[in-house]
């Protein structure tokens, strides 16, 4: 399998974020990226290449233009205001403000596009955000020119940011972004599983009023985990999107026998849709030593998710989300490429 990188992530570096009542180093850092790269080499994946560039003119299909011409901005206007460290915000328009007000200054307009203090910049934040999409773009190219599968190695992750907001490390987001490069490319439908630990509250946003992309999560309960606010069994689309979203939530402690029944459902569940092309939103914070996850998978259970999606015989592009053991992340991440080019 191919891997397309960029070095460019690693511009995004030494952020931080709010955690139980303090400020601590964000989990989200460059080590992640730099070891699943050495994984890859290790195990000889295949041939990792860096990405080519593409405008943002897909992007704007998922995402508002006022998000996306936000982004670049936000760097520049911070240090320009006088701030320095890192810029995130503390002030949201929720339920009783006005949140159709795009406001002026900088740190308002932070909470403005966004809906936690998670997404965070530093001066090489909007390069790595850039290259991040372009690395989900140049790999779903192989897809499009038919290679059986490709890895996006993506560095910032995507799946929590929405059609105008950021949150959860997440500014643009990379698999919503291939999905709709796909179907410009001819694709007439394709689904995209997520398995990262926590729901993936930005896909399901962007699609979910849309039939031409199936958006199934598999992810910890947000009655008590992260984004808290989405990924519930009672999500299933609206309008043209009905019975298009599908949200299997799981408790702490799950390990592999439930979660591979819900592996299973999902992969019926796509069996049935008959998409074009699947994207897999590959985040191994299910891990049973992940510092932000509570379900136990062990590293010999990443290969049989591999296998399990290669049993759907699609082509397939991988995106890097989320995973934060990075003594493990390698070893994980890559496990399940090994294993679905085994199958
Ligand atoms: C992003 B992805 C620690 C709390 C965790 C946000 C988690 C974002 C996960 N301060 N906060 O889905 O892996
Ligand atoms: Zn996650």
Redesign the pocket.
């Known amino acids: 399998m191919k891997t397309i990188f960029s070095p460019r992530h690693a511009g995004h570096a030494g952020n931080v974020?709010?955690?139980e009542g303090g400020i601590v180093p964000a989990?989200e850092k460059p080590s992640r990226a730099e070891i699943i790269r050495a994984r890859i080499n290790t195990v000889s994946l295949g041939p990792v290449s860096e990405p080519e560039e593409h405008d943002l003119e897909t992007a704007a299909k998922v995402h508002r233009r006022d998000y996306l011409d936000f982004l670049p901005t936000v760097w520049p206007e911070w240090e320009q205001s006088g701030r320095s460290g890192t810029a995130m915000p503390f002030a949201w328009p929720t339920r009783g403000l006005r949140g159709d007000v795009p406001p002026t200054s900088i740190i308002a307009k932070l909470g403005f596009y966004s809906f936690d203090a998670?997404a965070t910049f530093v001066k090489g934040t909007w390069d790595a955000i850039k290259s991040s999409h372009d690395t989900a773009l140049t790999a779903a190219n192989l897809v499009r020119s038919g290679e059986r599968s490709a890895f996006a190695l993506c560095r910032p992750?995507g799946?929590?940011a929405g059609s105008n907001f950021m949150g959860?490390?997440?500014f643009i987001n990379n698999a919503a972004v291939a999905a709709q490069w796909f179907l410009d490319g001819g694709a007439r439908r394709v689904s995209i599983l997520d398995v990262?630990?926590?729901h993936g509250n930005g896909t399901q946003q962007i699609f979910y009023a849309r039939n031409d992309v199936q958006v199934l999560n598999l992810h910890a309960d947000p009655m008590s985990e992260?984004p808290f606010f989405l990924g519930h069994a009672d999500e299933t689309g609206e309008g043209e999107g009905q019975g298009f979203n599908h949200n299997f939530p799981m408790p702490a402690g799950t390990s592999w026998v439930q979660w591979a029944a819900a592996l299973e459902e999902a992969c019926s569940l796509i069996a049935g849709y008959e998409p074009d092309v699947l994207i897999v939103s590959l985040?191994v914070?299910t891990f049973e030593r992940d510092p932000?996850g509570r379900f136990k998978l062990v590293s010999d259970d990443y290969p049989k998710i591999g296998r399990r999606i290669a049993g759907l015989k699609l082509p397939t592009l991988f995106v890097m989300?989320?995973g934060y053991a990075v003594e493990e992340i390698g070893i994980n991440a890559v496990g399940v490429l090994t294993g679905f080019e085994e199958a």
């Open positions: 974020e709010l955690e989990y998670g992750p799946h929590h959860g490390y997440c990262d630990y926590h992260y985040g914070d932000i989300e989320g």
